[in-house]
């Protein structure tokens, strides 16, 4: 679905649309920063601009009028993206279990937060 207008008022946005927008700039950014930039110096992940883009993208498509309303859909997607992640970078916590028995992070993704995070309060960083 393209953006169509609805009696004068703002654009609806599709949910195909809109999911790529806050897949592609928001979840794919946030997954190559915790997978190669977590020991940056830096704390934003998102500029200003590019977080008020996903945020208000996000509010738009959960606050247009049935049928285009998206909270559900979104929430899904989102848990399912979320899901995906953790289940790739993530191994089973004893031998034999399954998918949906518990998770604990790989070592080397704790390793690299406690890294960042103990540079930073060298550099007097909070």
């Not at 195909?16 to 977590?38: M, N, Q, S, Y």
């Not at 020991?39 to 934003?44: G, I």
């Not at 049928?67 to 089973?92: C, D, M």
Request: glycine letters at 6%; hydrophobic letters at 25%.
């Amino acid at each position: 679905m393209s953006n169509t207008r609805i009696s004068g008022h703002k654009s609806v946005i599709g949910l195909e649309e809109g999911w790529k927008v806050l897949e592609e700039e928001g979840i794919e950014k946030l997954k190559r920063f915790l997978r190669d930039d977590i020991s940056c110096k830096t704390r934003d992940i998102f500029k200003h601009a590019e977080y008020s883009t996903i945020y208000t993208k996000c509010y738009d498509m959960c606050t247009q009028r049935t049928p285009y309303n998206w909270s559900e859909q979104l929430y899904t997607r989102h848990g399912l993206a979320i899901e995906a992640y953790l289940q790739k970078v993530s191994v089973p916590c004893r031998p034999g279990t399954t998918e949906r028995q518990y998770y604990y992070p790989l070592p080397s993704i704790c390793e690299r937060v406690k890294f960042s995070f103990c540079g930073r309060e060298r550099q007097g960083m909070k």
